[in-house]
């Protein structure tokens, strides 16, 4: 019953090559996240959508990119992976002030690795 | 943007004692006060949270407190078993639009 879905799990690019991570939900979720998390860290918040709308955080490199084509999809694009773009990519939902418990839900995430 | 600070990275207790994380926050206008936990490998996943307008918040093993004023926010983990061996993370949110993390807590319960 995976609710918050990723593919791949397991990304192997080369430095400078584009890569898209995907991310589905079957919450119906107003608000989908994307945090990168390295090695032993805390997950970082990169941007997230509230409906449509996008929101940037200020110290997220140009180099990422994320579309939301509906309320079920939500795309990560890293235009020009260095090798500091390696981690793990977790994708979330929440239901934001629409209503329910605002927990936030995790996809199992994508590890991109950069050779 | 809010900063969550989490103390300590690291914590080891023997298996029956009990353990206490600690986060404070920067926003006073977060509302909501999620842990998560992490083990090896896998998703975080919600273990308890806690809103702005309660103070402490039980569900067996594990409690959530809550100080406004202070703007922190602690995890308390009693009998501890090995199984709670994991990374937990503090989070906090503004109206559930944006979640925050802590740098998390490797709790290691020896049995």
């Known amino acids: 019953d995976a609710m918050v879905i990723q593919n791949p799990r397991y990304q192997v690019t080369q430095f400078g090559k584009p890569v898209t991570l995907s991310c589905s939900q079957t919450?119906?979720?107003?608000?989908m996240y994307w945090y990168q998390q390295k090695s032993s860290q805390a997950p970082k918040l990169l941007f997230h959508?509230?409906?449509?709308?996008?929101?940037n955080e200020a110290d997220t490199p140009d180099n990422f990119q994320s579309r939301r084509p509906n309320t079920s999809f939500c795309f990560l694009d890293i235009r020009s992976p260095g090798l500091g773009d390696a981690a793990m990519y977790l994708c979330a939902t929440s239901s934001g002030t629409g209503g329910g418990t605002g927990e936030l839900f995790f996809g199992e995430g994508s590890r991109l690795t950069v050779l | 943007g809010e900063n969550v600070e989490q103390h300590p990275s690291t914590l080891s207790v023997q298996e029956g004692d009990s353990a206490v994380i600690k986060c404070t926050y920067s926003?006073?206008?977060?509302?909501?006060f999620p842990w998560y936990k992490q083990e090896l490998g896998k998703r975080p996943q919600l273990i308890i949270d806690i809103r702005s307008n309660v103070g402490e918040k039980k569900d067996q093993r594990i409690a959530v407190t809550l100080n406004k004023t202070a703007k922190h926010f602690s995890l308390h983990i009693t009998e501890t078993q090995p199984e709670d061996s994991a990374v937990y993370f503090c989070a906090a949110s503004r109206a559930f639009n944006k979640f925050y993390f802590g740098s998390g807590t490797k709790l290691n319960v020896k049995p």
């Open positions: 919450l119906n979720h107003n608000v």
């Open positions: 959508y509230y409906d449509k709308d996008f929101n």
């Open positions: 926003d006073s206008a977060s509302n909501y």
